[in-house]
């Protein structure tokens, strides 16, 4: 397997998780909290594990994105989010830190919705946003 994860050891362990484990884990509401406050990035699913969203989107996703990890909780965990079921909301550290995703059961529309959300629209240019700017060219 080639390694095509980032450069810092953040980035590495987070890779080797995500390629030892699931695409996405279940967690519980409380859990769910806690993995948002321990992660910069974090695109949540809300609801059945059996919805096109889930199955066509969001594992599709996690299975080719290392730098967001991936959950997936109950339903009646959305409000609690500011989210829907189904449904998916993407979390982050700065600016706007819930973002609500409305496109289609799609992989490629949900990935072309998430990684604008990854650069921050002012910040301080430094290591950690080289490969955001321009490694997508």
Known sequence: MEYTGGRTKD??????????????????????K????????VL???GDEGHDLYKNAHVPFANT??????????ADCAKDH????PGLV??????????KYSGNADKDELSKF???????TVFEFGEDEIEHIFGQQ
């Open 114 to 120: 998430v990684k604008p959300l990854m650069v921050p």
């Open 11 to 32: 980035l590495i362990v987070s890779w080797v998780n995500k390629k030892s484990g699931p695409p996405s884990s279940k967690v519980t509401c409380d859990e769910l």
């Open 90 to 99: 993407f979390f982050r550290k700065f600016e706007e830190n819930k973002v």
């Open 82 to 85: 500011d989210g829907e079921a």
């Open 34 to 41: 806690t993995k948002i406050a321990d992660n910069k990035f």
């Open 65 to 74: 994105e290392e730098k967001i990890t991936f959950f997936h909780t109950d």
């Open 44 to 46: 949540a699913f809300f």
